[in-house]
Structures are given as structure tokens and as C-alpha cells.
């Protein structure tokens, strides 16, 4: 006697597999709503200029709060889609395109970088030169620069930046070390050159070296001719 199939078994087999497969694609769903997006894309793009030297903490909030939103749900994406408010999710995607700013960082710690490499190389060359002491003129020359580019001008603005760099690169980690899919080499390239945290080559560290190295040169060049005896 032929065994019969029972037609519930075959459905419960056959959705089985489909949440096998879904489940299986996971990691590209979260990939694709995030570093994959078009609202990323448009937050790191390169084509909307620098910081604005007025940028304020305020303007940076929404956006480091949209991507610890997005690095939160991580885990929910795909697997409990109940557990995530889908209107929420895209109010908070639609605010990462709102404006360039990711883009716009990169290219204000790129400029900043030179040009503070510039700076202390000059400082640097100026101090080996003048061991001992400077003329009258000379020191308050340096006092003009280091009043009215480096106090007044650079450093509000080297400050900004490093403020708002502090955050977003943050909370870009986040959602980074949320992503279950492993990544290409490209992106993991990019990533660990313009985006991470932590890498002693990548743009941030590089950066932190420079006004750390820059910082010393000003120091130097303060204690050793007493300029700010003019302030």
C-alpha cells in the first residue's frame, strides 16, 4: 500500500526552504540598506565642497543619530521586520541624504591635512634655523600669525572639524561592525582608508598625527621666543 502524503507536510517543507533562503540573504538586505544605499552615497559624496566653518553640533546631531539608528536595527533587519517601524527607518535613510556632509568632512580633513603639514614644516625649519634668539620684528610677526591665522582662524575651524569628524566617523564604525556580509576588498579599502577610526594609515589618524605634529611645532615656537609676551 503506497504511503500517502500529507499536503500540510509538503507546504511546511516548502516554507522552510524559502525562510532557509530568506534568511540566507540577510546580511545583502542590511548591505543594501545601508553602505549600499543611495542615502550613503550621497552623504560621502564628494561633490558638494568643504565644511561650512560655521557648522554647529546641532547640524551634525541628526545625522549621527540617523546612523546609530540604522547600526541599532541591524540586527532586526530581515529576521524580526516587525520589530522595526519601516517609516522610522526611512525617515531616518531620507535624513542622511539631506546633505553631503559625510563628503564634505573628508574633503575639509584632506585640505586641513595639507595644510597644516605646510604650516609645521615652515614652524619646524624657522625654529632649526633661530636656536637661540629673534629679532623684535620676528617675533611679532609670529605673534600676528599665531593671533589672527592660527587662534582666530584655523583653529575654530580645525576644531569644528574634528568634532564633527569625532561623531560621524563613530557612528559609521557602528554601523560598520554591524554588518554581517562579508565585505569586498574594494570597500574594505575604502573603508579602512577614509572612514575608520582606527587604522595609523587611514585619513582620521592621519589627521590626528598632523595637529598633534602641528600643535608641538606652535608650543615650540611659543616657549622658545616668548611670543605671547604681546598678548
Given at each position: 500500500?503506497?504511503?500517502?502524503?500529507?499536503?500540510?507536510?509538503?507546504?511546511?517543507?516548502?516554507?522552510?526552504?524559502?525562510?532557509?533562503?530568506?534568511?540566507a540573504n540577510l546580511p545583502l538586505i542590511y548591505w543594501n540598506a545601508t553602505f549600499a544605499s543611495p542615502e550613503f552615497q550621497k552623504l560621502f559624496s564628494l561633490a558638494g565642497g568643504s565644511l561650512s566653518p560655521s557648522i554647529t553640533k546641532s547640524e551634525i546631531q541628526p545625522i549621527y543619530e540617523a546612523l546609530l539608528?540604522?547600526?541599532?536595527?541591524?540586527?532586526?533587519?530581515?529576521?524580526?521586520?516587525?520589530?522595526?517601524?519601516?517609516?522610522?527607518?526611512?525617515?531616518?535613510?531620507?535624513?542622511?541624504?539631506?546633505?553631503?556632509?559625510?563628503?564634505?568632512?573628508?574633503?575639509?580633513?584632506?585640505?586641513?591635512?595639507?595644510?597644516?603639514?605646510?604650516?609645521?614644516?615652515?614652524?619646524?625649519?624657522?625654529?632649526?634655523?633661530?636656536?637661540?634668539?629673534?629679532?623684535?620684528?620676528?617675533?611679532?610677526?609670529?605673534?600676528?600669525?599665531?593671533?589672527?591665522?592660527?587662534?582666530?582662524?584655523?583653529?575654530?575651524?580645525?576644531?569644528?572639524?574634528?568634532?564633527?569628524?569625532?561623531?560621524?566617523?563613530?557612528?559609521?564604525?557602528?554601523?560598520?561592525?554591524?554588518?554581517?556580509?562579508?565585505?569586498?576588498?574594494?570597500?574594505?579599502?575604502?573603508?579602512?582608508?577614509?572612514?575608520?577610526?582606527?587604522?595609523?594609515?587611514?585619513?582620521?589618524?592621519?589627521?590626528?598625527?598632523?595637529?598633534?605634529?602641528?600643535?608641538?611645532?606652535?608650543?615650540?615656537?611659543?616657549?622658545?621666543?616668548?611670543?605671547?609676551?604681546?598678548?
Open positions: 500500500m503506497e504511503e500517502e502524503i500529507n499536503p500540510d507536510s509538503a507546504f511546511i517543507n516548502k516554507l522552510d526552504s524559502i525562510i532557509i533562503k530568506k534568511e539608528y540604522l547600526a541599532e536595527i541591524g540586527p532586526s533587519i530581515g529576521k524580526e521586520m516587525e520589530a522595526v517601524d519601516i517609516l522610522e527607518m526611512e525617515r531616518n535613510l531620507h535624513q542622511l541624504q539631506k546633505e553631503s556632509i559625510g563628503g564634505n568632512l573628508l574633503r575639509s580633513i584632506e585640505q586641513l591635512t595639507f595644510y597644516l603639514e605646510q604650516v609645521t614644516e615652515q614652524l619646524e625649519k624657522f625654529r632649526e634655523k633661530h636656536q637661540e634668539t629673534i629679532s623684535e620684528a620676528q617675533r611679532t610677526n609670529l605673534y600676528r600669525i599665531f593671533q589672527n591665522n592660527y587662534r582666530k582662524e584655523i583653529h575654530p575651524y580645525l576644531s569644528a572639524t574634528h568634532q564633527t569628524g569625532e561623531r560621524i566617523f563613530y557612528a559609521v564604525e557602528q554601523l560598520y561592525q554591524q554588518q554581517p556580509l562579508k565585505m569586498s576588498a574594494v570597500f574594505t579599502l575604502y573603508f579602512q582608508r577614509q572612514l575608520s577610526l582606527d587604522n595609523p594609515d587611514g585619513l582620521w589618524q592621519q589627521f590626528q598625527e598632523t595637529i598633534r605634529r602641528h600643535n608641538t611645532a606652535w608650543q615650540e615656537i611659543v616657549d622658545s621666543y616668548n611670543i605671547l609676551v604681546f598678548k
